[in-house]
């Protein structure tokens, strides 16, 4: 039997207290971070496929071994769904599927966001599963909505979204979103079958999973 999985402990007891002042700052700052070497690379590898079919795009952020990606192909036919993870040891473990319509990238979305941004390149889909909540208050930056990567998301466009097994976070992501005026939905999740490996651990704890859609 495998060993469950715990719930997301935080000192947070409600939405930070400088979230607003934090979203906002980012709003309007250019994040300026130089691109790092191989993340230019891995865009560039698979920019001119993307760039050069006629489906409409997909993006898998974080998305691990890439199960999820390759269901969302299943799932979108006719788009052309882009899986990003940062390690290449959880994207080895991708079982590959029959499917000509998804990828996988090895790089990290802080540049490969806005690579793809600087590019001109519009979503159809967003699907974060998942993200590190960063839990400790002392981390709203890195959360995505605290960080400065928050409106790269949203020039991305697209229907987002974005799974949790950590309420807060996507109460704050909807407190964000409606910030930079787009109206989000919360809901409790109930899916039969699991996307990722960490949502099937989560169920399998039993956990409450919480998901949000906007379209930005």
């Known amino acids: 039997m ?28 250019k994040f300026r971070q130089p691109y790092v070497e191989h993340n230019i690379t891995a865009f560039e590898a698979v920019k001119k496929r993307i760039e050069t079919q006629s489906k409409a795009l997909i993006f898998d952020s974080y998305c691990g071994t890439g199960l999820s990606t390759a269901m969302l192909a299943k799932r979108h036919p006719d788009c052309l ?25 090895r790089a990290d979305a802080d540049d490969f966001w806005r690579l793809a941004l600087d590019a001109g390149w519009r979503l159809q889909y967003h699907y974060i599963y998942y993200p590190n909540p960063w839990p400790k208050s002392g981390h709203l930056q890195r959360r995505i909505h605290g960080s ?24 704050e992501l909807g407190m964000a979103l409606a910030y930079a005026g787009i109206t989000a939905v ?18 399998n704890s039993g956990q409450t999973l919480w998901q949000i859609h906007a379209t930005l």
Not at 81 to 105: C, F, M, P, T, W
Not at 148 to 171: C, I
Not at 186 to 194: D, G, M, Q, T, V
């Open 2 to 29: 495998q060993n469950p999985s715990r719930t997301v402990f935080s000192n947070q007891s409600s939405h930070h207290p400088k979230l607003f002042e934090t979203v906002n700052k980012h709003l309007h700052n």
């Open 81 to 105: 769904v882009v899986g990003i993870d940062q390690s290449g040891a959880r994207l080895s473990k991708h079982q590959a599927e029959d499917l000509n319509n998804y990828l996988l990238v």
């Open 186 to 203: 919360i809901a409790k999740l109930n899916c039969e079958h699991s996307e990722t490996l960490f949502e099937k651990k989560y169920k």
């Open 148 to 171: 400065p990567l928050f409106p790269t998301l949203l020039g991305l466009g697209g229907k987002l979204q974005v799974r949790s097994n950590w309420q807060m976070y996507l109460e």
